[in-house]
């Protein structure tokens, strides 16, 4: 793994970061943060096809964890990713994971069915404790790739990397063999365990926000701020990734800076949603956690809100 991971060091990343006043991504990179509610959103919104390729039919989703994950930690992203594509309950009245996921077979394409594919462990942490985002498209290439599959490069809680906190919470971008239209056909996404950096803007509405209006923290629904937290970002970015995954696909706005299928709802998990207020939410009656869906063994999840592209509003499950 650490011979692999350093020839692929020695590659040319497609990802970099432009500091102005703000933290932008590059052209080919899609961030996330869900407290960019508090940004003055376009009205209606509107995510315009711009013709480009989106990931359709069976596409695996491979995980590599960076650091420390206990078991435990690894089922909630395994059961998420096998959750999305399962079969929908009987009980339709029952939001499902799979139910959640549907909203972007709306798109052009019929959506994508996803595939949990490999598990890596880099316990270890190869590269190192700090990372920039070369040393995340590296890792997401050294663990192995093909074609029409997604890497998800999962970072634990003390590792650093980059763009973390700095108006982002996890992207996705492309690497690879050159395909279609002259765009990669690799493509892969980050996404950070917020627990100890930064959960006031990555965890929410688990943790208090660092800005905006201070609502009391609700329940994670797997009693994890962390990793529900994250399930939140991983959740967005593969929403992204499949409809938007090389960039000249649905996005509102800049190329690469735009709004996708669920940061043009972000802040947004359940009806009446307003800044500072998720929305009307579901809760565990013996956990107390919140949630909006309910995946394979009943394993629950707050999920963000989608774009729906037949309505042009952010569609929610309760």
Sequence with gaps: MEERVMKALMRPSVCYLVVVVFVVVAPGCAA????????VKPDPIVLKDHGGLVLTGNVTVNVLYYGRFTPAQRAVVADFVRSASAPRPPNRRVPSVAAWWSTTALYRGGGARLRLGMQV??????????????????????????????????????????????????????AGGVGAHGKARYTYLWA????????????????????????PPLVPPNGDV????????????????????YGDGYYQGDAGAGLEAATACAGVFGSGAFPGYPGKLLKDSVTGGSYNAV?????KYLLPALWDPTTSRCKTLV
């Design 226 to 245: 962390g990793m529900d937290g994250m399930v939140i970002s991983l959740a967005a970015l593969l929403a992204g990734t499949v409809t938007n995954p």
């Design 121 to 174: 462990l880099d316990e270890r942490m190869s590269l190192g404790r700090s990372l920039s985002l070369d040393n995340v498209t590296a890792l997401a290439r050294a663990a192995g790739h093909h074609r029409g599959a997604i890497t998800a490069v999962l970072t634990a809680p003390d590792v650093l990397v980059a763009p973390f906190c700095m108006s982002r919470c996890g992207i996705h971008d492309d």
């Design 295 to 299: 995946g394979l063994g009943g394993r």
């Design 32 to 39: 996330f943060n869900p407290r960019m509610l508090f940004l």
């Design 192 to 215: 950070g365990n917020p627990a100890q950096q930064c959960p006031g803007q990555c965890a929410w509405p688990f943790h208090r926000p660092v800005y905006g209006p201070q609502t």
